[in-house]
């Protein structure tokens, strides 16, 4: 069967989409939102009770900053695409607040209705994830750190988003304890992501190879994102 083409920009602008909308439908169904979320989330919802000045998407880039510069470390080198990557994790950081906006009409109060919103934050992650693994486009620093530690230590990369996940999960347990003494902003959602974001995102990923051949619409702009 021949393949269609998916344009790896296209893939880039559809990754950032859909990994801020899942986090946003993962907060409006309040079982927990991801792993990767979580920490910044549950700082976020402790600041907020002191000040509404510093967004989500704001703790986000900087946190993300922060991840970059520790890959960087690890691998012992810096690559221009990191600088993109931190471009990257600021529009990440706008998308997260514009999805949170434009999800909060939705009324989440039954069960049922809870548990369909989380469901969809989980696919669209998931979904997202996948997508930014085939854009050529430096991504966020939380995937910028899974794709460059499983290129430098030869591992797969979709084991090592898994113990990237669960590593995160962690930590947020961590600053619950310590902020709120319970947990505010994680719960069984959290848990339940943990255990299923990896293998979803690795059906995505092969039903997308299988379906599209990816090709940038711009072949020297790719060349210079791979310096």
């Given at each position: 069967?021949?393949?269609?083409?998916?344009?790896?920009?296209?893939?880039?602008?559809?990754a950032?989409?859909?990994?801020?909308?899942?986090?946003?439908?993962?907060?409006?169904?309040?079982?927990?939102?991801?792993m990767?979320?979580?920490?910044?989330?549950?700082?976020?919802?402790?600041?907020?009770?002191?000040?509404?000045?510093?967004?989500?998407?704001?703790?986000?880039?900087?946190?993300?900053?922060?991840?970059i510069?520790?890959?960087?470390?690890?691998?012992?080198?810096?690559?221009?695409?990191?600088?993109?990557?931190?471009?990257?994790?600021?529009?990440?950081?706008?998308?997260?607040?514009?999805?949170?906006?434009?999800?909060?009409?939705?009324?989440?109060?039954?069960?049922?209705?809870?548990?369909?919103?989380?469901?969809a934050?989980?696919?669209?992650c998931?979904?997202?994830?996948?997508c930014?693994?085939?854009?050529?486009?430096?991504?966020?620093?939380?995937?910028l750190?899974?794709?460059?530690?499983?290129?430098?230590?030869?591992?797969?990369?979709?084991?090592?988003?898994?113990?990237?996940?669960?590593?995160?999960?962690?930590?947020?347990?961590?600053?619950?304890?310590?902020?709120?003494?319970?947990?505010?902003?994680?719960?069984?959602?959290?848990?339940?992501?943990?255990?299923?974001?990896?293998?979803?995102?690795?059906?995505?990923?092969?039903?997308?190879?299988?379906?599209?051949?990816?090709?940038?619409?711009?072949?020297?702009l790719?060349?210079?994102?791979e310096?």
């Amino acid at each position: 069967m021949k393949k269609s083409v998916f344009y790896k920009e296209v893939a880039y602008v559809l990754a950032i989409l859909f990994i801020a909308l899942g986090v946003a439908l993962a907060a409006k169904a309040g079982f927990g939102v991801s792993m990767i979320a979580a920490p910044m989330y549950t700082f976020h919802l402790w600041l907020a009770q002191y000040t509404e000045l510093i967004t989500l998407g704001t703790l986000e880039y900087i946190f993300q900053g922060i991840i970059i510069l520790s890959i960087a470390f690890i691998v012992r080198h810096f690559k221009i695409s990191y600088l993109f990557s931190f471009a990257t994790s600021v529009f990440s950081g706008l998308a997260i607040d514009f999805m949170f906006w434009l999800v909060s009409p939705l009324v989440a109060e039954t069960l049922f209705v809870r548990i369909v919103v989380f469901a969809a934050s989980i696919l669209t992650c998931a979904f997202g994830v996948s997508c930014i693994f085939h854009a050529y486009v430096s991504p966020a620093g939380n995937e910028l750190f899974v794709k460059e530690f499983a290129v430098h230590f030869e591992k797969d990369i979709h084991k090592v988003k898994t113990i990237y996940d669960i590593t995160f999960l962690v930590i947020s347990v961590a600053l619950n304890l310590l902020l709120f003494r319970g947990f505010v902003g994680i719960g069984i959602g959290t848990v339940i992501t943990a255990v299923l974001n990896g293998p979803i995102i690795s059906v995505f990923a092969h039903a997308l190879e299988k379906r599209f051949e990816f090709k940038a619409a711009f072949p020297k702009l790719e060349e210079y994102f791979e310096k």
